[in-house]
């Protein structure tokens, strides 16, 4: 039985039909405009940003899109979005500046809607759990910390016992 129900994707033999229906250049140009509003306007962190907010917002048809992302990036648009949401959650989940916030906290932060899905697909990309992952570079969950150690107590000198050992010798 997998881990989180993750099963393998099963090629598709078919050729998909649009592949050869777009220039190079239109793809391309498409492509760049995907880029600059996931990426650079950081619209991936969105997470009810969706294919056809991103085909209204660069003012391309939505097949398009897919076509586009399909054949320039390999993937679909959920998978891309996915992959740039775990790899903005792996930075955070290894960078010391982070330490204070929840693996829940940083998946929210990136656009995963439930604790679940961000789980199933850090795990699907990376093959280990974000917890795993943060442990590994150095993260110390606090209820893991050894206990900080005991002060220790201050005892009093009784007065008069360094002369009587002196004394003694």
């Known amino acids: 039985m997998p881990k989180y129900n993750i099963t393998d994707k099963q090629e598709n033999p078919k050729k998909a039909s649009y592949k050869g229906a777009f220039p190079a250049t239109l793809v391309e140009d498409i492509a760049k405009k995907i880029i600059i509003k996931l990426l650079i306007e950081e619209k991936y962190r969105d997470p009810k940003y969706s294919a056809k907010h991103l085909a209204a917002d660069i003012n391309v048809n939505m097949r398009h899109i897919s076509a586009v992302v399909s ?9 891309l979005v996915a992959g740039m949401r775990v790899r903005e959650a792996r930075y955070m989940l290894g960078d010391r500046n982070f330490d204070n916030m929840t693996v829940e906290d ?53 007065k008069g016992t360094r002369k009587q050992k002196a004394v003694k010798s």
């Open 106 to 158: 940083i998946a929210t932060k990136v656009g995963f809607t439930t604790r679940q899905s961000f789980y199933a697909t850090f795990y699907k990309l990376l093959g280990t759990t974000p917890k795993e992952y943060r442990v590994a570079h150095g993260f110390v969950p606090k209820a893991e910390l050894p206990p900080p150690p005991k002060p220790k107590k201050k005892t009093r000198k009784k």
């Open 71 to 79: 054949m320039r990036f390999q993937q679909n648009y959920s998978e």
